[in-house]
């Protein structure tokens, strides 16, 4: 099978700090990797595609320097929400896709993020 | 101001029975559909895909339907069990940009209750 892992699995930050979460896939190399914020009851909202060795592309509405992407490699992609406020509480949960792969993602088990 | 959460559709069934959950999708140029299983705090789970070009795919217990006259998707599940019991999302694999840029969008989510 394909894992995805994602760490921390939950993290409480005060108002102003920066957050570091990271989405590994640890049996096969992922060229792309994706990043999803889910509130309660809602659906899965995509906030950006990273792309290993380039820039990531976001979703219309999602500050990109709030919320910085880094593709380091084909097994790590990190999303780090800076000078988080209360309103960034969520559920972060990240996909890979398969390199070479025409379809499916694989999604990590996500990060529930809460600031104080 | 007073905030209005917004609620899941719920699907009620008694164990033993089937399932039939439903999604409509937007974007009739998406090639592939896929549904997903979420149990509470976890990430999604893929369950079956299907590719634009099939009308009918069957899994273990599970039948997707698609039916892009009126773009919508259909997930069914046989002999229903407790351990079904999760939030179900349908996805869409769209093209947007062109290119090798792939982008999955979900559909709002069908909460089902299973009833022992």
């Known amino acids: 099978g394909a894992v995805v892992s994602q760490h921390p699995s939950r993290v409480i930050c005060k108002s102003g700090t920066s957050v570091k979460i990271e989405c590994r896939s640890l049996?096969?190399?992922?060229?792309?990797m994706f990043w999803y914020r889910q509130f309660p009851k809602q659906s899965l909202m995509l906030m950006a595609t990273s792309n290993e060795g380039s820039k990531a592309t976001y979703e219309q509405g999602v500050e990109k320097d709030k919320f910085l992407i880094n593709h380091a490699s084909l097994t790590l992609s990190t999303l780090t929400v800076t000078s988080a406020h209360p309103e960034d509480s969520s559920f972060y949960i990240c996909s890979a896709r398969r390199s070479g792969s025409g379809g499916g993602q694989y999604f990590g088990p996500g990060t529930r993020l809460t600031v104080t | 101001g007073e905030s209005v959460g917004l609620h899941l559709p719920t699907l009620s069934v008694q164990e033993g029975d089937n399932s039939i959950i439903n999604c409509a999708y937007s974007n009739s140029a998406s090639d592939y559909f896929i549904w997903y299983k979420q149990e509470s705090g976890k990430g999604p789970q893929f369950i079956i895909d299907i590719r634009s070009n099939m009308d009918k795919r069957q899994g273990q217990r599970v039948t997707v339907l698609l039916n892009k006259t009126v773009k919508h998707l259909s997930l069914q599940i046989a002999a229903t069990q407790p351990g079904d019991s999760a939030v179900y999302f349908c996805?869409?694999?769209?093209?947007?940009?062109?290119?090798?840029?792939?982008?999955?969008?979900f559909g709002t989510g069908t909460k089902l209750q299973v009833i022992p």
């Open positions: 049996d096969f190399q992922a060229t792309t």
């Open positions: 996805a869409e694999n769209s093209n947007p940009l062109g290119g090798g840029y792939q982008k999955v969008t």
